[in-house]
């Protein structure tokens, strides 16, 4: 078991960025793959994007281009870099472990160990 901690969300103008950390206690953090997921007011938490444990990337198409997911095995934290953030990135964004990785890794239940979420407002 792994526990996350998310940090880096605020209230944002669209167009502007975030850097979102996700900073995990456990040692064996390099092992995992992570990934992103966010769930805003009255809709189902949707994947975001994932990483595996060498760098290899899976992003949702609402995303691609605008949001990069990266990960400092030295430092036990993934990150997600978002830019031209939109009034619909509007939610809480949650980082997540998971012992496998599939090549896409989208499904919440490939995870194993969930952050708590962090608040992300985009005004228009």
């Known amino acids: 078991q792994v526990q996350l901690v998310e940090s880096g969300g605020g209230l944002v103008q669209a167009g502007g960025s975030l850097r979102l950390s996700c900073a995990s206690s456990?040692?064996?953090?390099?092992?995992?793959?992570m990934g992103w997921f966010r769930q805003a007011p009255g809709k189902e938490r949707e994947f975001v994007a994932a990483?595996?444990?060498?760098?290899?990337?899976h992003y949702a198409d609402s995303v691609k281009g605008r949001f990069t997911i990266s990960r400092d095995n030295a430092k036990n934290t993934v990150y997600l870099q978002v830019n031209s953030l939109k009034p619909e990135d509007t939610a809480v964004y949650y980082c997540?472990?998971?012992?496998?990785?599939?090549?896409?890794?989208?499904?919440?239940?490939?995870?194993?160990?969930w952050g708590q979420g962090t608040q992300v407002t985009v005004s228009s």
């Open positions: 997540a472990a998971a012992t496998y990785y599939s090549g896409s890794n989208t499904d919440e239940y490939d995870y194993h160990d």
């Open positions: 456990g040692r064996t953090f390099s092992s995992y793959a």
């Open positions: 990483i595996s444990w060498s760098g290899s990337t």
